[in-house]
């Protein structure tokens, strides 16, 4: 019977390791105590999440939804997506297994947890990435998709008074203008941050390969 102590190891909480017979990019990493297949992986978590997110989920909706039901989707979804973008780096942060490598392109301490990130060989390996893929998804959780969404609502309320939906050809308000290009800016903005975003996690991805052993 394998023993329920990988539980208590970071390594698992931070990426899947893989067993070396799969086919593919294999990452498995080197630790203190030998650490079997299991699930629990954040980054894996992150990088799915965000690129179904962006590249699927999202394209998909706006395809297959009239704008309505598409607008109501995404302020629901939007919000749990950016607060799972901001908690998964601080959770890779705080399980970090202090990985060992001996590559000398990539170094690593053997500290794990924080005090692994914010070791000075770790800098740009680790501590980088990791503050990159925090700081786009909290920009996003905390100011742009509140802001965005509090315009959304302000355009619907603008509709009513108008007599006609935001995206209905010909003129529209003063007021409707306003809150198109509002929404078009931020939203825009929005979106390049989430794209930066995915450009760190594909970025510290390639960062963990180098680990290979």
Known sequence: MSSLSIFANPAPYHILRYPSSLSGLILVFE?????????????????????????????????????????TLQAQLTPVYFAIQTALPVIMALTYPGLRSSSPLSPSSSQSGIFGVLAPENRFTVLAPMVGMFVTAAVNWTYLGPVTTRIMRERKHQETRDGKKYY????????????????????????????????????????LSERLV
Do not use: C
């Open 168 to 207: 209905d050809p010909g003129e529209h308000s003063k007021e409707m203008k306003g809150l198109n290009g509002r929404f078009a800016r931020l939203h825009g903005l929005s979106a390049a941050i989430n794209l930066v975003g995915a450009g760190v996690m594909v970025w510290y991805g390639a960062l």
């Open 31 to 71: 630790t203190s105590a030998d650490v079997p297949p299991t699930p629990f992986h954040s980054y894996g978590t992150l990088l799915g999440t965000s690129l179904y997110q962006s590249f699927v989920n999202g394209i998909v909706s706006y395809r297959a939804l009239p704008r309505p039901q598409f607008a």
